[in-house]
Protein backbone atom coordinates (compact mmCIF):
# COMPACT_ATOMS: atom_id res chain seq x y z
CA UNK A 1 0.00 0.00 0.00
CA UNK A 2 2.54 2.71 0.86
CA UNK A 3 4.72 1.88 -2.42
CA UNK A 4 1.60 1.82 -4.02
CA UNK A 5 0.96 5.64 -2.91
CA UNK A 6 4.63 6.04 -3.40
CA UNK A 7 3.88 5.21 -7.33
CA UNK A 8 0.87 7.87 -7.01
CA UNK A 9 3.46 10.79 -5.87
CA UNK A 10 6.16 9.78 -7.91
CA UNK A 11 3.78 10.58 -11.07
CA UNK A 12 3.23 13.94 -9.71
CA UNK A 13 6.97 14.86 -9.59
CA UNK A 14 7.18 14.11 -5.68
CA UNK A 15 10.34 12.82 -5.04
CA UNK A 16 11.06 9.11 -3.16
CA UNK A 17 13.18 10.71 -0.81
CA UNK A 18 10.65 13.88 0.02
CA UNK A 19 7.80 11.64 0.17
CA UNK A 20 9.04 9.14 2.71
CA UNK A 21 9.91 12.45 4.48
CA UNK A 22 6.34 13.37 4.23
CA UNK A 23 5.22 10.53 5.08
CA UNK A 24 6.95 9.92 8.21
CA UNK A 25 5.51 13.39 10.01
CA UNK A 26 2.65 12.25 9.31
CA UNK A 27 2.33 9.21 10.14
CA UNK A 28 3.78 9.78 13.32
CA UNK A 29 0.48 12.85 14.24
CA UNK A 30 -1.51 9.67 13.21
CA UNK A 31 0.16 7.10 15.49
CA UNK A 32 0.10 10.18 18.59
CA UNK A 33 -3.45 10.13 17.64
CA UNK A 34 -3.59 6.04 18.16
CA UNK A 35 -1.33 6.57 20.87
CA UNK A 36 -3.64 8.59 23.30
CA UNK A 37 -6.60 7.06 22.08
CA UNK A 38 -5.83 3.63 22.97
CA UNK A 39 -3.60 4.44 26.21
CA UNK A 40 -0.42 2.54 24.52
CA UNK A 41 2.55 2.30 26.23
CA UNK A 42 0.89 4.17 29.13
CA UNK A 43 0.86 6.83 27.45
CA UNK A 44 -2.66 9.43 27.87
CA UNK A 45 -1.68 12.88 27.13
CA UNK A 46 -0.29 13.79 24.03
CA UNK A 47 3.00 15.56 24.01
CA UNK A 48 2.12 17.45 20.95
CA UNK A 49 0.66 20.92 21.68
CA UNK A 50 -3.36 21.16 21.13
CA UNK A 51 -4.23 22.49 17.36
CA UNK A 52 -1.17 21.25 15.29
CA UNK A 53 -2.52 17.08 15.79
CA UNK A 54 -3.73 14.78 13.44
CA UNK A 55 -7.60 15.56 14.20
CA UNK A 56 -6.65 19.68 13.47
CA UNK A 57 -5.33 18.43 9.48
CA UNK A 58 -8.15 16.49 9.15
CA UNK A 59 -10.39 19.17 9.51
CA UNK A 60 -8.92 21.67 6.61
CA UNK A 61 -8.90 20.78 2.33
CA UNK A 62 -7.55 22.51 -0.64
CA UNK A 63 -5.21 25.13 -0.15
CA UNK A 64 -6.31 25.60 3.64
CA UNK A 65 -4.90 21.98 4.39
CA UNK A 66 -1.28 23.01 2.57
CA UNK A 67 -1.03 26.48 4.87
CA UNK A 68 -2.28 24.64 8.18
CA UNK A 69 0.52 21.25 7.08
CA UNK A 70 3.14 24.06 6.58
CA UNK A 71 2.62 25.99 10.02
CA UNK A 72 2.04 22.42 12.15
CA UNK A 73 4.96 21.68 10.45
CA UNK A 74 7.31 24.98 11.84
CA UNK A 75 5.74 25.06 14.91
CA UNK A 76 6.28 21.51 15.58
CA UNK A 77 10.24 21.54 14.67
CA UNK A 78 10.66 24.78 17.22
CA UNK A 79 9.15 22.46 19.82
CA UNK A 80 11.55 21.50 23.58
CA UNK A 81 12.12 17.76 23.39
CA UNK A 82 11.70 14.54 21.24
CA UNK A 83 8.58 16.39 19.28
CA UNK A 84 11.24 18.60 18.32
CA UNK A 85 13.82 16.35 17.10
CA UNK A 86 11.28 14.44 15.22
CA UNK A 87 10.40 17.38 13.06
CA UNK A 88 13.92 18.70 12.87
CA UNK A 89 14.56 20.86 9.67
CA UNK A 90 10.62 19.94 9.04
CA UNK A 91 9.36 21.35 5.44
CA UNK A 92 6.63 20.38 3.47
CA UNK A 93 7.37 18.79 0.03
CA UNK A 94 4.21 18.57 -1.12
CA UNK A 95 2.38 21.64 -2.44
CA UNK A 96 -0.62 20.17 -4.67
CA UNK A 97 -3.46 19.99 -2.06
CA UNK A 98 -4.95 16.82 -4.17
CA UNK A 99 -1.73 14.89 -3.41
CA UNK A 100 -1.68 15.91 -0.12
CA UNK A 101 -5.03 15.18 0.76
CA UNK A 102 -4.54 11.99 -0.75
CA UNK A 103 -1.40 10.52 1.60
CA UNK A 104 -3.51 11.97 4.62
CA UNK A 105 -6.46 10.35 3.76
CA UNK A 106 -4.16 7.12 2.71
CA UNK A 107 -2.75 7.09 6.29
CA UNK A 108 -5.77 7.91 8.20
CA UNK A 109 -7.71 4.73 6.71
CA UNK A 110 -5.05 2.14 8.26
CA UNK A 111 -4.66 1.74 12.33
CA UNK A 112 -0.78 1.78 12.20
CA UNK A 113 0.00 1.19 16.01
CA UNK A 114 -1.23 -2.52 15.92
CA UNK A 115 1.12 -3.60 12.96
CA UNK A 116 3.85 -6.29 14.49
CA UNK A 117 7.25 -5.40 14.99
CA UNK A 118 9.27 -2.17 13.81
CA UNK A 119 6.77 -0.54 11.05
CA UNK A 120 8.53 2.28 10.59
CA UNK A 121 12.05 0.92 9.96
CA UNK A 122 10.54 -1.56 7.68
CA UNK A 123 8.96 1.03 5.44
CA UNK A 124 12.23 2.85 5.26
CA UNK A 125 14.20 0.16 4.20
CA UNK A 126 11.86 -1.00 1.50
CA UNK A 127 11.51 2.44 -0.26
CA UNK A 128 14.97 2.99 0.25
CA UNK A 129 15.32 -0.57 -1.86
CA UNK A 130 12.59 0.47 -4.18
CA UNK A 131 15.05 4.08 -5.21
CA UNK A 132 18.18 2.56 -4.73
CA UNK A 133 19.13 3.64 -7.93
CA UNK A 134 18.71 6.90 -7.48
CA UNK A 135 21.66 7.71 -5.33
CA UNK A 136 21.27 10.88 -4.52
CA UNK A 137 18.41 9.93 -2.55
CA UNK A 138 20.22 8.19 0.19
CA UNK A 139 19.72 4.74 -1.11
CA UNK A 140 22.49 1.88 -0.19
CA UNK A 141 22.29 2.12 3.85
CA UNK A 142 22.57 -0.54 5.49
CA UNK A 143 20.17 -2.18 7.90
CA UNK A 144 20.78 -5.16 10.31
CA UNK A 145 18.24 -7.81 9.99
CA UNK A 146 15.70 -8.01 12.72
CA UNK A 147 16.61 -11.62 13.54
CA UNK A 148 20.55 -10.58 14.19
CA UNK A 149 19.54 -7.67 16.22
CA UNK A 150 17.32 -10.25 18.54
CA UNK A 151 20.29 -12.58 18.68
CA UNK A 152 22.75 -10.06 19.40
CA UNK A 153 20.95 -8.40 21.94
CA UNK A 154 19.96 -11.95 23.95
CA UNK A 155 24.23 -12.68 23.64
CA UNK A 156 25.08 -9.18 24.93
CA UNK A 157 22.06 -9.33 27.64
CA UNK A 158 22.23 -5.55 28.75
CA UNK A 159 19.99 -4.81 32.43
CA UNK A 160 18.25 -2.68 33.97
CA UNK A 161 20.66 0.15 35.81
CA UNK A 162 23.59 -0.70 33.09
CA UNK A 163 23.07 2.29 30.07
CA UNK A 164 23.12 1.21 26.31
CA UNK A 165 24.42 3.74 23.11
CA UNK A 166 24.10 3.05 20.06
CA UNK A 167 26.46 5.48 17.49
CA UNK A 168 25.23 4.44 14.24
CA UNK A 169 21.30 3.85 15.32
CA UNK A 170 19.68 4.22 11.93
CA UNK A 171 15.69 3.85 13.30
CA UNK A 172 16.48 1.96 16.20
CA UNK A 173 16.18 -1.28 16.19
CA UNK A 174 19.27 -2.04 18.17
CA UNK A 175 17.68 0.42 20.93
CA UNK A 176 14.28 -0.94 20.85
CA UNK A 177 15.89 -4.61 20.76
CA UNK A 178 17.76 -3.55 24.23
CA UNK A 179 14.78 -1.90 25.68
CA UNK A 180 12.65 -4.76 25.16
CA UNK A 181 14.57 -7.15 26.19
CA UNK A 182 15.28 -4.97 29.73
CA UNK A 183 11.46 -3.80 29.78
CA UNK A 184 10.93 -7.87 31.11
CA UNK A 185 13.20 -7.88 33.87
CA UNK A 186 11.41 -5.83 36.75
CA UNK A 187 7.81 -4.10 37.25
CA UNK A 188 9.70 -1.95 39.68
CA UNK A 189 8.10 1.29 39.06
CA UNK A 190 11.52 3.49 39.98
CA UNK A 191 13.52 0.62 37.40
CA UNK A 192 10.79 0.94 34.57
CA UNK A 193 10.97 4.91 34.26
CA UNK A 194 14.97 4.56 34.83
CA UNK A 195 14.74 2.25 31.77
CA UNK A 196 12.44 4.67 29.55
CA UNK A 197 14.29 8.06 30.00
CA UNK A 198 18.05 7.47 30.98
CA UNK A 199 18.96 4.02 29.57
CA UNK A 200 19.29 4.66 25.89
CA UNK A 201 21.18 6.75 23.83
CA UNK A 202 21.51 6.70 20.27
CA UNK A 203 22.92 9.34 17.41
CA UNK A 204 22.77 9.30 13.54
CA UNK A 205 24.62 11.37 11.25
CA UNK A 206 21.09 11.72 8.91
CA UNK A 207 18.57 13.78 9.72
CA UNK A 208 15.74 11.74 8.29
CA UNK A 209 17.02 8.92 10.46
CA UNK A 210 17.17 10.18 13.23
CA UNK A 211 13.62 11.72 12.75
CA UNK A 212 12.40 7.87 12.38
CA UNK A 213 14.43 6.64 15.36
CA UNK A 214 13.35 9.63 17.45
CA UNK A 215 9.56 9.04 16.34
CA UNK A 216 10.33 5.05 17.16
CA UNK A 217 11.12 5.76 20.62
CA UNK A 218 8.02 8.29 21.25
CA UNK A 219 5.32 5.40 19.91
CA UNK A 220 6.94 2.92 22.41
CA UNK A 221 7.00 5.95 25.40
CA UNK A 222 10.70 5.66 25.58
CA UNK A 223 12.74 9.31 26.52
CA UNK A 224 9.45 11.55 26.72
CA UNK A 225 11.19 13.75 29.51
CA UNK A 226 14.56 13.92 27.44
CA UNK A 227 15.00 12.86 23.62
CA UNK A 228 17.71 10.33 23.78
CA UNK A 229 18.41 10.54 19.92
CA UNK A 230 20.83 13.34 19.04
CA UNK A 231 22.08 14.01 15.26
CA UNK A 232 25.67 13.96 14.89
CA UNK A 233 28.55 12.33 13.23
CA UNK A 234 29.88 10.02 16.50
CA UNK A 235 33.15 9.98 14.88
CA UNK A 236 33.88 13.34 15.37
CA UNK A 237 35.03 13.21 18.44
CA UNK A 238 35.70 11.11 22.09
CA UNK A 239 32.02 10.44 23.92
CA UNK A 240 31.98 12.87 27.28
CA UNK A 241 29.07 10.31 28.25
CA UNK A 242 30.27 6.53 28.49
CA UNK A 243 28.04 3.99 28.68
CA UNK A 244 28.02 0.33 30.16
CA UNK A 245 26.56 -1.22 26.66
CA UNK A 246 27.93 -0.11 23.06
Known amino acids: KVNQVADVMAAAGVGFTDYLTQLTYLLFLKMDKELVDENWGDISVSKIP ?35 TI ?4 TNRIESPVYLEKL ?28 GSDKKSGAGQYFTPRALINAIVDVVDPHIGETVA ?12 SFQHMDKQSNDLHKKHLLRNNTLRGSDITPLVVTLCSMNMYLHGIGLETCPIKCEDSLLREPTDLVKVV
Open 87 to 90: FTKA
Open 166 to 177: DPACGTGGFLLA
Open 50 to 84: EGYRWDDLLKETGEDLVDCYENMLDVLSKEPGIVG
Open 104 to 131: ISFIDAENWLVMEGDVKGKLYEDILQKN
